[in-house]
């Protein structure tokens, strides 16, 4: 710092500062390239099967890679279905639980629950997915007397949790965003705590809250190990009602099971990288739309 | 009354809700714990594996796991940090910046087994660096990253603008401000958010599935080049491709990563709450 002092103006500045700084610019900028290079390696592993497999075939109902049948609207249902399941599970679970520790729970239960999420947040999937496996399945498969319990409902109970922690972090953030002078507001007007909550509060933490449910939404989706070792993976259209207590198969289990197996360059390879590309528009339109909220917000200068 | 008494039961109800979702964690770790927790012994945590992994200890998934670990840290840390201190220090907010956030966020939302795609078509693949412990490592830190942008920009954000401002009336550069001055305040928040995003990549098995991942190897990696066995995809073959595998072995191995994983995190709330005991502004 001493090299400093003789400076008149502290515009000029050493050579290696200039090279960190422009540096630091260089890697601000990585993430953009980063994202931009992820989705041009998909295009270019992926992008073939368009042209080798026909277009009837590739959206067909039937994925048996070894006859040439490269259907993916089983594994794309096999996704929503499990995704919107686990959401269904989660989404009251997590406003709940985002509620109760923000508003409600006193000191104390707040110190207990908040780790215990990070905990759960920190268990990995596999670690998740083999639990599922070991001891769930066989408790859904007595319990509902089906042939087996690797079903599409026991992937999304696994998955409602893992997606768990994301929501109720999020919400938790919109809930705090909230000044206190609204709450001050409810009940000044005579409104129960309970009536502030579902009538103030949670109404102007609104954006918030739907971020919460985007991304937990977008966790769910993009799951793989859990998901594939507890939904039975059977390539089937899950269209009837009963198809909850049926084995599904998703596209993130589809790439995880198969990409290991498959010849670089083949047809089946690129129909990989191609579900790839599928997971990777998706979640980020996903994201979008809950980054959208983010921005909506700051531009209207709202509650932050 | 009527509206006090719907009150308490509302509470009660969110109360309970929120055990629902704080007991089965309890159940998963007391389960994983109990079971595990005998087939985890001197050997096991030290020997290679025998027997077609049925029987021995998971010494090289265990190395190899923290070889990933440290090669992610070393990958990630730089571009992380460096990409955190252009956001809080020097980004102003246009098209440009909004650009970065929502790259930030996007990357953060990419499915793991994507991100293994994307490590086999370019590191694997296109580099030629073939199933190795770079590629895995490489893959990992670019999934670990928004993280820890994400919580490094947040500790630096932390840091009161006077502080910025007192280094720049004595006479310091901008550089040396973040320098010597922002960066040793932000310095705890950076390092609980880097191990928060590690964790994630110590128990990650779809991204290291095909770019570093030996089913079984029972020696240790000679060099990054080298592919190794991993703890989580250990737990991952040994629970599905390897018939008449002990349950024992398979609950051990679950075990200790679930630990190692755990260690970390509470290693990361420790800091935390440590430095921000501590802190004077």
Not at chain 1, 39 to 54: A, D, H, N, Q, S
Not at chain 2, 2 to 16: C, S, T
Request: hydrophobic residues 55%; glycine residues 10%; aromatic residues 8%.
């Amino acid at each position: 710092m001493m090299d400093q002092t003789d400076n008149r103006t502290s515009s000029r500045r050493p050579w290696a500062e200039f090279g960190i700084e422009a540096l630091i610019q260089v890697v601000g900028f990585s993430s953009i390239g980063l994202v931009v290079l992820i989705f041009l390696f998909l295009i270019r592993e992926g992008v073939p099967v368009f042209f080798e497999v026909p277009l009837g075939n590739l959206f067909g109902t039937r994925w048996y890679p070894t006859f040439d049948l490269f259907g993916t609207l089983p594994l794309l249902l096999g996704s929503v279905l499990v995704t919107a399941i686990a959401m269904v599970i989660a989404l009251p679970l997590g406003m709940a639980t985002a509620i109760f520790v923000r508003e409600v729970a006193p000191g104390w239960a707040r110190e207990v629950l908040k780790p215990m999420i990070e905990v759960l947040a920190g268990i990995p999937s596999v670690v998740l997915g083999f639990f599922g496996m070991t001891l769930i399945a066989p408790v859904v498969r007595e319990t509902l007397g089906v042939p087996t319990g690797l079903t599409a409902f026991t992937g999304a109970l696994i998955l409602a949790y893992m997606a768990l922690p994301t929501i109720i972090s999020v919400a938790e953030d919109a809930l705090d965003a909230v000044p206190k002078s609204y709450r001050d507001a409810g009940l000044a007007m005579g409104a129960t705590q309970w009536q502030t909550i579902w009538r103030v509060v949670v109404p102007a933490a609104r954006s918030g809250i739907v971020m919460a449910m985007m991304l937990g939404m977008g966790r769910a989706i993009g799951e793989t190990m859990a998901v594939m070792l507890v939904t039975g993976n059977a390539a089937r259209l899950p269209l009837s009602l009963d198809s909850l207590f049926r084995p599904v198969r998703t596209m993130t289990a589809t790439v995880a099971a198969e990409m290991g197996e498959v010849a670089q360059g083949s047809t089946h390879y690129h129909a990989l990288f191609g579900i790839g590309i599928i997971l990777f528009l998706l979640t980020f339109l996903i994201n979008l739309a809950a980054a959208s909220t983010i921005f909506k917000k700051r531009r209207r200068g709202g509650l932050r | 009354m009527n509206r006090h008494l719907i009150q308490r039961v509302g509470f009660a109800l969110l109360g309970l809700m929120a055990l629902v979702v704080v007991l089965p964690i309890l159940l998963v770790v007391g389960t994983i714990v109990a079971r595990g927790i005998g087939a985890v012994d001197w050997e096991f945590l030290t020997a290679m594996p025998r027997d077609g992994m049925k029987a021995g200890g998971i010494f090289p998934a265990i190395v190899g796991t923290l070889i990933l670990t440290l090669g992610t840290a070393l990958a990630a840390i730089p571009v992380g940090v460096g990409g955190a201190i252009y956001l809080s220090e020097y980004a102003r907010d246009t098209w440009l910046t909004r650009a970065i956030r929502l790259a930030i966020i996007n990357l953060a939302g990419i499915p793991s087994v994507v991100y293994g795609l994307f490590g086999l078509g370019l590191f694997v693949l296109f580099l030629q660096f073939g199933t190795s412990i770079l590629a895995g490592s490489l893959t990992l830190a670019i999934m670990t990253l928004p993280v820890i942008i994400s919580a490094a920009e947040e500790a630096l954000r932390a840091v009161p603008v006077e502080f910025r401002t007192v280094s720049a009336s004595l006479g310091g550069t901008r550089w040396q401000g973040i320098r010597y001055i922002v960066l040793p305040q932000a310095l705890p928040g950076i390092i609980t958010g880097v191990i928060l995003g590690l964790l994630r990549a110590a128990g990650e098995t779809a991204p290291v599935l095909f770019t570093v991942a030996a089913f079984f190897l029972p020696r240790l990696p000679q060099s990054p080049f080298d592919q190794t066995m991993t703890l989580p995809y250990h737990l991952y073959v040994t629970s599905t491709q390897v018939p008449g595998m002990p349950l024992e072995i398979q609950y051990g191995t679950a075990l200790v990563l679930l630990a190692l994983v755990l260690s970390m995190s509470v290693l990361a709330t420790v800091i935390r709450s440590h430095y921000r005991r501590r802190r004077q502004w």
